[in-house]
């Protein structure tokens, strides 16, 4: 039973260039979270989607940042001309779909260190 | 705003050691704390996760406890062995179970 898969593992792009990252949950999860851990801070919460849905993105920062949850395929979180402040590690976490959902843990993947160079 | 803190930053025992991890939140009306682990390089793994209405909840060697009152929880790890070395995450979830505020975490190493 795969865990949350997030790739790349390690993406480097210079200033103004796209960054794209994607997650897929577990298996039997319809709940995406993205969090942000920038260095030497706590982790960050961006945004929560369902499929097709954008449900919270309260913690999305309002210019260059965009996320999506099709229905097919992985989530995606979609970063416009980086900047070097956007470095840090991209965290995907997810969560099932029932009636004790807000029972469940977060299950988080391994990340993607974004590093801007 | 809620904010979470976590002491010790680092923690050094020998093999061995039962040792308490401290996490403190500003605003008690939370809707669960979960505990996480989290390993050099990689994602976190969830350990505990007490809703607001529990006192504490136990897996294996690991013991946590909730006082809302007092805007704590801590963390107890029984006999630690060198495996447990990692980051010790607290994380409160304030309004709602996903938009979770996080700790800067306890660095712990536990000696062989």
């Known amino acids: 039973n795969a865990g949350v898969m997030q790739n790349p593992r390690h993406l480097v792009r210079r200033r103004g260039q796209e960054a794209r990252l994607r997650c897929s949950p577990m298996?039997?999860?319809?709940?995406v979270y993205w969090y942000r851990q920038l260095p030497e801070e706590g982790l960050k919460f961006m945004v929560y989607l369902q499929k097709e849905n954008i449900i919270d993105e309260s913690g999305m920062p309002k210019e260059r940042f965009s996320a999506e949850f099709p229905k097919e395929g992985p989530s995606i979180l979609r970063i416009q001309q980086v900047v070097r402040g956007d470095s840090a590690a991209y965290f995907c976490a997810s969560s099932r779909l029932d009636r004790s959902s807000y029972n469940s843990p977060l299950h988080f993947g391994n990340g993607t260190r974004l590093t801007v160079t | 705003k809620q904010e979470v803190t976590q002491i010790p930053a680092a923690l050094s025992v020998p093999e061995g050691e039962n040792l308490v991890l401290n996490c403190s939140f500003t605003?008690?009306?939370?809707?669960?704390l979960q505990w996480f682990r989290q390993d050099p390089g990689k994602g976190l793994t969830s350990l505990l996760l007490?809703?607001?209405?529990?006192r504490e909840q136990t897996s294996g060697r690991l013991n946590a406890s909730l006082d809302k009152s007092s805007g704590r929880s801590t963390l107890y790890i029984a006999a630690s062995q060198p495996g447990d070395s990692a980051t010790y995450l607290c994380?409160?979830?304030?309004?709602?179970?996903?938009?979770?505020?996080f700790g800067k975490g306890t660095l712990l190493t536990v000696n062989p």
């Open positions: 298996k039997g999860h319809s709940h």
């Open positions: 605003d008690s009306a939370i809707y669960n």
């Open positions: 994380a409160v979830g304030t309004g709602s179970n996903y938009k979770l505020t």
């Open positions: 007490i809703q607001s209405s529990q």
